[in-house]
């Protein structure tokens, strides 16, 4: 069975904390994704990567960074937590391609207190 | 600008009827059309995708219509269950998509059934 996986379903970091977020597919996916999902505005494109060390700004790149050493781990990097970064955060994976399916993650809630 | 309008933003129904969700769009140039489901705390699973030019589609109880001259699509679910209790999105794709990441997310209809 195919799958993303990321590291944690829930965290709680105290402000000002480095975060790393991790996710690990296995389905030798070109493109991911990683995405943030509030109440009441829908999954917003954070950062993305289609290829390795490769990576593109998404709409609400401010205040993470990312980092994609290998085809398989996407890494979202939160350089000094606060609290309005507390949010589910999911990531995706997709082949390269138009009108190709992505695959999600189960989320990781963080809370940033 | 790209958006996505989904209505209604909930419904609640009873076990066994039928119901469908509402997507209007104003992506463009428009490529392909994906309804997910998206289960409380989890992430999104992918239901159906359609490019321009089909019209329906369909996975098991679920089938997904789409009319790309008035940018609309329906995601209508036969026979509800319990289990069909879950936020539905939305995600129009441009033709850029992919290696640019264009996929715009509609905010979803919650779903609730009832017993």
């Known amino acids: 069975d195919v799958k993303v996986t990321q590291s944690s379903r829930y965290l709680v970091k105290r402000t000002g904390e480095k975060v790393f977020l991790e996710c690990v597919q296995d389905m030798d996916h070109e493109n991911m994704f990683w995405y943030r999902q509030d109440p009441g505005l829908g999954l917003r494109l954070i950062y993305f990567?289609?290829?390795?060390?490769?990576?593109e700004k998404g709409d609400i790149p401010e205040g993470y960074s990312v980092s994609r050493e290998k085809k398989e781990r996407f890494s979202l990097i939160l350089e000094s937590a606060s609290t309005n970064q507390t949010s589910m955060y999911l990531c995706?994976?997709?082949?390269?391609?138009?009108?190709?399916?992505?695959?999600f993650g189960s989320g990781t809630r963080l809370t940033v207190v | 600008k790209n958006q996505v309008e989904q209505s209604p933003q909930s419904l609640i129904i009873l076990e066994g009827k039928n119901c469908t969700l509402q997507c209007n769009y104003t992506v463009s140039p428009f490529s392909n059309l994906r309804w997910y489901k998206q289960d409380t705390g989890r992430g999104p699973v992918s239901l159906t995708i359609?490019?321009?030019?089909?019209n329906t589609k369909s996975n098991g109880r679920y089938t997904a219509t789409l009319d790309a001259d008035t940018k609309q699509s329906s995601l209508h679910i036969t026979a509800s269950q319990l289990s069909d209790s879950a936020s539905y999105i939305c995600v129009p794709g441009h033709v850029r998509e992919g290696s640019q990441g264009n996929l715009i997310f509609g905010k979803g209809t919650k779903l609730s059934v009832k017993p």
């Open positions: 990567s289609y290829d390795v060390k490769m990576k």
């Open positions: 359609m490019t321009f030019s089909e």
């Open positions: 995706a994976s997709s082949f390269a391609g138009i009108g190709r399916g992505y695959t």
